[in-house]
């Protein structure tokens, strides 16, 4: 059995590729070192491991493009984090201190977890940190807009 994306990848690669798919599904290592805050050469090691990884496509000197598989779950990864924010925020959290405090946890929820808490909250349409998507088409077309 292949392990499940999210619970594999450190919390900061994770951040990266949600980024990444965020910016459109292509970045530059400069503008993802200067959204993080970290040195540039940092960020080129991570990348090469996502590229290794099978996340990303590495084009020298004009950035990384998220991958097939990259893209499915970087998905999941910021519907991960919607979910749990709306959550938090209807269990009496600010927007703002709900998404920082997913951001400590989110890592370790399985995608079992995520569809069983989305399907009690009845499928929420918009969280407090963007739109939710539920299905492969919907992300697709979500994918294809650039909209996350």
Known sequence: MEPEPGLTLPARKVEY???IFESGGSARTNDIASAFRVDPSTITKTLAELTGGGYLL???YHGVTLTDSGRRDAVFFIRRHRILSLMLARNGLS???ACSEVRRFESMVSKKAIDRICQFMGHPQLGVCGEITHDD???A???VSGAA
């Open 141 to 143: 077309v979500h994918a």
């Open 17 to 19: 590729l949600k980024f």
């Open 95 to 97: 927007p703002q201190e």
């Open 137 to 139: 088409e919907e992300i």
């Open 58 to 60: 590495h084009t020298p």
